[in-house]
């Protein structure tokens, strides 16, 4: 008797062990899209805020006017971030890229004063870039306005086509992770299916069965959590050690965010897929049991 005790333990043992790790795995995709998903939004925006618009000056706007314009279009509601390029500066960047001089030859320098406009990522599309270079235009210290059209609406065109593939990928693996966890809960509780029914014969309410269940798929659900966090995170102390900088794109927003949804869906999935299950098997009649 003892010995059909222990492997009854050890069988519910390894039902539990193996749930967890199925579990843990699903989560763990999950976790890796929402990441990619968050990851992706905060790139497009970083992508985007780095689209320069240069404006360029005429000659007779002096240092102090290019100044105070300046400062007039850093308020603006468009403007993440604005550099100043005088002249000079201006006509040394190019002696460095192309080794010589041109006022050498020319006499004067050719370059014009310049303000170079980093836009936010909201007003970085080709409808808001219209009316921001038209108002932009209308000043009189404004020679000309320039900035890569194409080029930015390639970036928003690539952006819409990976935030799409990755919601799409978001959707189905939702899908798939409740398929599998459900099918591994069904796996676990299906043992248990005589327990049920005489607990149901010998007069237990619905709710007195399945609490037991519920409480060992919830917190089989928390475990497998956990892990899945701790997996994720080693992964993105990997990205932090070998690519600088990528904290502009990988926030602590992001790294919560995962997390929560990690943990709240690894705790109301189980729990549902036990909800559903055990009631399966409280709706079946006794030789119904012994088909399945």
């Not at 990928?169 to 327990?195: E, G, K, M, P, Q």
């Not at 701790?230 to 602590?252: N, R």
């Not at 705790?267 to 036990?274: K, P």
Request: charged residues 20%; hydrophobic residues 50%.
């Amino acid at each position: 008797m003892s010995k059909n005790r222990k492997k009854a333990r050890s069988r519910r043992g390894l039902q539990v062990v193996t749930l967890c790790i199925s579990t843990t795995m699903v989560l763990v995709l999950l976790g890796m899209v929402a990441f990619f998903v968050l990851s992706a939004r905060n790139l497009s925006a970083h992508m985007k805020e780095n689209l320069t618009v240069t404006i360029m000056l005429k000659d007779s706007v002096s240092v102090n006017d290019a100044k105070l314009f300046c400062r007039d279009l850093y308020h603006r509601p468009y403007s993440h971030s604005i550099d100043y390029i005088s002249k000079e500066k201006a006509k040394n960047d190019q002696i460095e890229e192309l080794g010589s001089d041109p006022t050498e030859f020319l006499g004067f320098n050719p370059f014009p004063a310049t303000l170079e406009i980093k836009l936010k990522a909201d007003y970085a599309n080709r409808d808001s870039l219209k009316w921001i270079a038209k108002e932009i235009r209308k000043d009189s210290r404004v020679s000309d306005l320039a900035y890569m059209e194409d080029l930015m609406n390639k970036v928003n065109t690539n952006l819409s086509r990976v935030s799409l593939i990755l919601l799409v990928l978001a959707v189905l693996l939702t899908f798939v992770s409740f398929s599998l966890i459900s099918n591994t809960v069904r796996l676990s509780i299906y043992a248990n299916r005589f327990v049920i029914h005489t607990m149901k014969l010998v007069g237990a309410s619905w709710g007195f069965i399945r609490r037991p269940f519920l409480r060992q798929a919830m917190l089989v659900g928390v475990i497998a959590a956990i892990f899945a966090i701790g997996i994720l995170g080693a992964g993105v102390y990997g990205l932090y050690v070998t690519q600088p900088g990528i904290d502009e794109i990988v926030t602590w927003q992001v790294m919560a965010i995962t997390a929560g949804t990690v943990f709240l869906f690894g705790l109301i999935i189980t729990a549902l897929c036990a909800w559903l299950a055990v009631n399966k098997f409280l709706r079946m009649r006794a030789r119904e049991l012994y088909k399945i």
